[in-house]
């Protein structure tokens, strides 16, 4: 369903980089920081270990205590970093046409709690961000994006990691870039967010000193060998991103008018990069078997909306959710990667065609 690309340049460059650089926080780290601030269009970009510590790198940054409205329907690492952090998600239930939250009921849920609005640009379909901005003028909140699985995609122009107050992003490996593993950035206009993160990913030090540490820091740094390789990952970043649109577009095209399959639609006025490629089925369970006899792996992303999970069905969990767990019973993403030859895409729907035509 998903594969990462490691090319020759990059096992050179990795190469190069344990011999010539540091480890740790070598010259490469800030290169690519400087390179991801620029893509995205912000005035800073702070690499961290992963996408879950950078969202709960920003939390703590940001001071998040309270209520955090956010989607029931994410990788579960989105509510862990507010829990983790101090704060206490709220969900607000999934727009069943795209998956994301529903802004329609963001309002209702603000409290005098309320702290900051956490929008999910799931998929890399971009979250509608305009009235989440209206929302947290109003009423004087922050924002925090979870643009994990949207590098490089636009809404109305502007890129996602750009319109909030802060945002993470992901490197895992089955992202549209990566770093060779684990790894997180996070982006900001705001100059004591950038500087705090950069001290508590650090273990608390004062920037520039080596053993004087002014808050509670942690270990939650890029390593140099993978800041080297998803500096060149970001060069190949919008031609990646290009071809997957034009994978799903042929996704699109072929399976519009089958009538058991029901494909959720990014909004008119972004720009995708389509992460995953989901479709809803029926039948999930017999069509994701069916697939699989066939050679196709196809995903379930994600059967189990977050506050249904074992770990947060004790807690008072606030919001709404049946349409993110109607979502998780029917949603399956199909294969979506670089890998895919046009072949490749044409067995995909071939397949489906038989099943279905």
């Not at 239930?93 to 702290?115: H, Q, R």
Request: with cysteine; proline share 5%.
């Amino acid at each position: 369903m998903a594969w990462p690309i490691i090319t020759d340049e990059m096992k050179k460059e990795a190469s190069r980089v344990l011999t010539e650089e540091k480890l740790v926080l070598g010259e490469s780290v800030f290169k690519f920081e400087e390179e991801f601030a620029d893509f995205i269009g912000v005035d800073h970009a702070v690499s961290t270990s992963s996408g879950t510590d950078a969202l709960f790198l920003i939390m703590k940054a940001m001071g998040i205590h309270q209520e955090v409205i956010t989607t029931p329907m994410s990788f579960v690492a989105t509510t862990n970093a507010v829990l983790s952090a101090g704060g206490k998600p709220v969900f607000a239930d999934i727009n069943p046409n795209t998956g994301n939250i529903s802004t329609d009921l963001i309002e209702d849920l603000i409290s005098d709690a309320t702290e900051t609005l956490l929008p999910v640009h799931l998929h890399g379909f971009p979250a509608d961000m305009d009235p989440i901005l209206d929302y947290a003028e109003d009423h004087d909140l922050t924002i925090i994006e979870d643009a994990c699985q949207a590098h490089g995609a636009e809404y109305k122009g502007k890129k996602t990691g750009s319109m909030g107050t802060a945002s993470a992003f992901s490197f895992y490996s089955t992202k549209n870039m990566t770093v060779g593993g684990d790894g997180g950035m996070v982006t900001t206009n705001d100059d004591q967010i950038a500087n705090s993160i950069k001290k508590m990913r650090n273990g608390g030090r004062v920037l520039g000193e080596k053993y004087i540490h002014d808050s509670l820091g942690y270990t939650h740094r890029l390593d140099t060998v993978s800041a080297a390789i998803g500096r060149l990952q970001l060069k190949h970043l919008p031609d990646w991103n290009a071809r997957r649109r034009e994978i799903a577009d042929r996704y699109i095209t072929a399976l519009k008018d089958i009538e058991e399959i029901n494909i959720p639609r990014p909004l008119d006025k972004s720009t995708p990069v389509y992460h995953l490629f989901p479709i809803m089925v029926d039948n999930r369970d017999k069509f994701v078997q069916q697939m699989k006899a066939n050679g196709i792996e196809v995903g379930k992303n994600y059967p189990v909306a977050i506050p249904d999970q074992p770990y947060y069905q004790p807690m008072e969990n606030k919001g709404s959710w049946s349409h993110a767990r109607t979502w998780g019973e029917h949603v399956a993403c199909l294969p979506m990667h670089l890998d895919l030859s046009d072949d490749d895409v044409k067995y995909v729907i071939d397949m489906i065609h038989e099943l279905y035509l």
